[in-house]
């Protein structure tokens, strides 16, 4: 197993509880390595489905935050549009950490880290070779690349590359939000809060201990950043440098100027930003079968990330570990799990292609309509 995320994490675990060893490589030298990302939403016939089959549901339950499911959109002007609060029994997409998630399915995992995969050639006489950045190599019957948009796996099945979405994200986060800002709070309140404007848009997503992320989102070319005046509209500006967290902060409030006062504190008392080009494969991503090698969650079909994606990449890892977990042939277990996939995955890939259409849109309404569709009455 290449690749220590969701997909990857949930395929060793429910082959360990098959009693099969895996061991799975990651690139990241230990699991705090780096921050672990925001909340997820693990839906009951995706997510939570893989958790069952990992014998992890109950953990998973003790941990998660129903409340999280709280959904609110308002107006640039702050006025609220949309109020949805969760059931305190519901189930339906409970909201979880990714840093606790990845702490619940690591468990007994053999995972090594530190280990970067540079390359598999499938086919050789003892298998498929996998090399490292180290200089070491090893062969193995079975290499699952769940190592994420850019996959050093995927090359092995499929000359595909993710193209730009058109679509860029900037991230920040506000901590100790209930005590530092409690005006903030109360404006998320439980789960996110959305503001959807022209081509661009403001999202806060509640995490737990207070820590919130914040998304500033709109449309624009990748060099965006070379030239604010020519590709964003704002008079005067130049160069951004995307190291210098004020520049970035005046600049993300120049572009959403106009905005209620509330809505731009959301930026106004981020600490660091991280910019975050959306990225995506085909639509209808698939391969020629290639024993050996196989994909798993975004190195096998990245689309935007609409709440799908880490939910996709667990199932399957989830269904591949139940096919070559029995007594039947590992390469026909393989190409059943891969036709499975890339049904389902192409499906998802259409929705969550034309969802970023109407969340980042000209016509602001769109957003709405879309949640109006999605959300429970």
């Known amino acids: 197993m290449v690749g220590g995320g969701p997909a990857g994490l949930t395929f060793a675990r429910v082959l360990h509880r098959h009693g099969h060893r895996v061991t799975v490589f990651e690139r990241d030298p230990a699991p705090d ?4 990302g925001g909340t997820l939403d693990l839906h009951q016939r995706l997510g939570q489905l893989a958790l069952d089959k990992a014998g992890l549901l109950e953990e998973f339950q003790a941990l998660s935050r129903p409340e999280g499911q709280a959904m609110r959109i308002l107006d640039t002007d702050g006025a609220v549009l949309r109020d949805w609060q969760a059931r305190p029994d ?5 909201e979880i950490d990714r840093g606790q998630l990845r702490d619940l399915l690591l468990g007994p995992l053999d995972v090594q880290w530190g280990r970067d995969v540079t390359e598999v050639v499938p086919g050789t006489q003892d298998g498929a070779l996998v090399r490292f950045a180290d200089g070491r190599q090893e062969t193995f019957d079975l290499v699952v690349g ?4 850019w996959s050093r796996v995927r090359a092995a099945v499929s000359s595909a590359t993710p193209r730009y979405t058109g679509v860029t994200y900037v991230e920040t986060s506000v901590d100790d939000v209930d005590t530092r800002h409690p005006d903030l709070a109360r404006l998320i309140g439980d ?3 959305a503001v959807y404007g022209v081509n661009r848009a403001l999202v806060a997503q509640r995490n737990s201990g207070g820590h919130v992320k914040v998304y500033a989102q709109f449309r624009a070319p990748l060099d965006w950043h070379t030239n ?3 590709h964003l509209g704002l008079t005067g500006c ?5 190291a210098d967290v004020e520049a970035v902060r005046s600049s993300l409030l120049a572009l959403f100027d106009g ?4 809505v731009l504190d959301l930026l106004r008392h981020g600490t660091s930003f991280v910019h975050r080009s959306l990225y995506v494969l085909p639509v209808s991503h698939t391969w020629e079968h290639v024993p050996g090698v196989t994909l798993l969650g975004d190195a096998a079909h990245l689309m935007p990330p609409l709440g799908v994606g880490a939910n996709l990449a667990m199932l ?4 591949l570990a139940e096919s070559v977990a029995g007594p039947g042939d590992l390469d026909e277990g393989v190409r059943a799990f891969e036709e499975q996939m890339w049904a389902r995955a192409g499906r998802w890939a259409k929705i969550t292609a034309a969802g970023l259409e109407r969340l980042v849109s000209p016509d602001p309404s769109e957003a709405l309509a879309l949640f109006d569709e999605v959300q429970p009455s």
């Open 228 to 230: 604010l005046e020519l």
């Open 33 to 36: 390595s780096r921050p672990p």
């Open 238 to 242: 130049g160069r951004l440098d995307l």
């Open 146 to 149: 769940a190592d994420g948009a």
């Open 90 to 94: 519901e189930q339906a997409n409970p």
């Open 316 to 319: 399957e890892g989830a269904e």
């Open 259 to 262: 905005w209620a006062a509330p």
């Open 191 to 193: 789960g996110s809060v």
